[in-house]
């Protein structure tokens, strides 16, 4: 069913979404999540390159996404959100965050919680690569 | 935040398959009956109640004549579903003394898989008969589900979703051989294949005005009387309709789907062919996609309807990205659930491959010039959400997305 209710910054990011892509190769500076399964409606593959500090710093991020308008939408979005953010700061970005700039519908909110996931799964996964990361 | 304007101007309707548009023709039969000759047809000691009954009598004509039967043979109800409850609730109660086992198939419409449910709160047994992955029941599946006790079978003519036609001159002879009663819902049918009830042994048919180019609101219920076929009323109150369906007939809502009934009778032939171009118009717009499956058997099928599940993007960022059509995922009259179709899971489709589903369904006013525009719309928004799929990168290295285990380690 599509909403008829979704807001102009929502459908913006989901017809033009920004940093959708995969780098190249994986990489000790590329920290990858794939959450999500297709059962569930949605899968998103998030990955941020980060810059050692210190503060290690997400120079540029790229997803997939796999769901709904507002699931791409929320990645879109959260990429732009995480370029020039220290690892700390990306780790305090919420789904609450998202819903209210994209004016998410109550039932969609879900596609945000993912995203919110996939940014901490690739956070855990940098650090698990990179163990002397400095996370300020 | 602002919504989102609303588009300038309306989609191009494709979804035929929910309602279609009243016929000028139509529209112009019907408004005489509503505030010129506005007579209660069951007033018989004037005028005004005559002419409304001979326009009513016309009418059931028109609609008899579509299906091969007799006027006498037509009950008016308020449309299809109606029709439904009627038929499968009044003729399980009229032979309960016969027998409470009733048989109908999964990918029934909600009015008929609905009112069998009903029915089983009330002490009946309904077996509910899978169907082959392309749509269509397997005889010998009907035949092992027949018990001495089974009084109705009850098995649409054209699938809503899907378009697939079963076959109902087999189902019907082996119901007769039985004595059981046999239900066919030709909402969908009607003026899209013929369909007569003197060579087919069908005992009941649900028949809709607005799937045919009527109005909503008004249908019919064809009652075989040789040999004759039982029911209990379900709706009391003036024993109108050979006391099978009481209520004061809407006279211009009859006359509208009489005129509907007999323009497609007249125009079948051409309506179909129109639909077969259009058809093949939409087939070879899509046919070069990778991943693209067609969900019904591809022969025993109206040409009115083609439904397609897109692997690897998601069903509703797809109905979303074609938003300058009108299109139905799933079941039209249950697309205010997130739950996958009933009708594509019982075809065996995963919910990931039901619930990524289009319907398109067009007729007798669609042009090509819409089908172009709606095959494009449809090929940019498959070509946008799998440059966006992780699952689609996946299928394009090699990988077999359905068999992977999530999470992937």
Redesign the interface.
Known sequence: MASPHYSELLLEHSRHPRNAGTFPAPAPDIGTALVGTPENGAVIRLQIQVQAGPPARIETARFKAYGDTATIAAASLMTEWLHGKTLAEAQQLTSGQLAQALDLPPARVFSAMLVQDAVRSAIAHYVGQQPEAVLS | ????P?PRKRPVYLDYAATTPVDPRVVQAMVPWLAEHFGNPASSSHAWGWEAEEAVEQARSHVAALIGAQARDIVWTSGATESDNLAITGAALAYQKKGRHLITVKTEHKAVLDTMHALEGQGFSVTYLDVQPNGLLDLAVLQAALRPDTTLVSVMAVNNEIGVVQDLAAIGRLCRERGIVFHVDAAQASGKMVLDVQTTPIDLMSLASHKTYGPKGIGALYVRRQPRVRLQAQMHGGGHERGLRSGTLPTHQIVGMGEAFRLARLEIGQDTAHAQRLQQRLLAGLQDLEQVFLNGDAIHRVPHNLNFSFA??????L???V?DVALS?GSACT??S?EPSHVLRALGR???LA?SSLRISYGRFTTEAEIDQAVASIRAAVRHLR???????LHQQGVD?AAMA???A
Request: aromatic share 6%; glycine share 2%; charged share 10%.
């Open positions: 935040m602002s919504a989102a609303l690897h993007i998601e069903g509703e960022a109905m979303t990205s938003s995922s697309s205010a997130i995963s919910n990931a619930h440059s966006l799929s992780p699952l689609w990168e997305v999530w999470p992937p």
